[in-house]
């Protein structure tokens, strides 16, 4: 079975200080993971995927197939950065259905 | 672009009566939608995977008789709750995929809160 695991329910960060927002995924293959992000008052969308390894909005995310991890990171926090954030996971491929995780707060505190 | 809507945003019903919810993708074909159920607090879980022209697959554990999902064109799709009841209260969450997307390049829309009294 596949599953995703967020630890923090809440994130608070001073804005300028780093962000690490913690995953761990079970998978029995080669999985792909993603981090989505919602706004307030906004629809969940897709912030960035592992293949890629793009950076979006100043946000990275590595995945550690040895840790089965993959922390969305950034090294200084914006205000704007307050959001939900979900990590989530598809089987390789691509066309599986997509596990999320139970999410976290980010708040950042000006 | 790749909008996706709902509705409705918020309904509120009576115990035993059925609820209807719309999904669209406005500007773009989906061929494939998805229903999430999400409670308070957790995360979003995937109800069943509807697509166009043919029957929805469910996941374990969501009753197929009583959550109707009917995506009879390529831009609609529908979840219907029938015999509602207290428990079924909660945030349902629709969306999308383009035509040949893979599964995480899902547009989503902006959910709909049911409260069953």
Same mark, same amino acid.
């Given at each position: 079975a596949q599953r995703v695991t967020q630890p923090e329910k809440l994130l608070s960060v001073f804005k300028g200080a780093p962000v690490e927002l913690k995953c761990n995924y079970s998978y029995s293959g080669?999985?792909?993971?993603?981090w989505y992000v919602q706004y307030s008052r906004q629809r969940l969308q897709l912030l960035l995927r592992h293949i890629s390894r793009e950076s979006i909005k100043g946000f990275t995310a590595d995945l550690n197939k040895g840790e089965t991890s993959f922390h969305l990171k950034k090294p200084f926090a914006q205000e704007e950065d307050s959001a939900m954030y979900y990590c989530a996971l598809t089987g390789s491929g691509g066309y599986q259905k997509v596990t999320f995780g139970t999410g976290t707060k980010l708040q950042v505190i000006p | 672009g790749a909008v996706v !809507?709902?509705?409705?945003s918020w309904?509120? /019903?009576k115990s035993g009566t059925s609820v209807k919810i719309e999904c669209r993708s406005l500007d773009f074909q989906a061929t494939t939608m998805f229903w999430y159920r999400q409670f308070p607090k957790q995360s979003l879980m995937l109800m069943a995977t509807s697509n166009e022209g043919s029957k929805a697959t469910y996941e374990q554990g969501v009753e197929k008789d009583k959550f109707l999902i009917n995506h009879a064109s390529l831009t609609l799709s529908t979840l %219907?709750? %029938?015999s509602a009841h207290p428990e079924d209260s909660s945030f349902y969450i /629709? !969306?999308?995929?383009?035509?040949g997307g893979y599964s995480y390049e899902q547009y989503f829309g902006p959910g709909t809160r049911l409260t069953v009294t």
């Open positions: 080669s999985p792909e993971l993603f | !809507s709902q509705h409705p309904v509120i /019903c %219907t709750v %029938t /629709c !969306s999308a995929r383009l035509a």
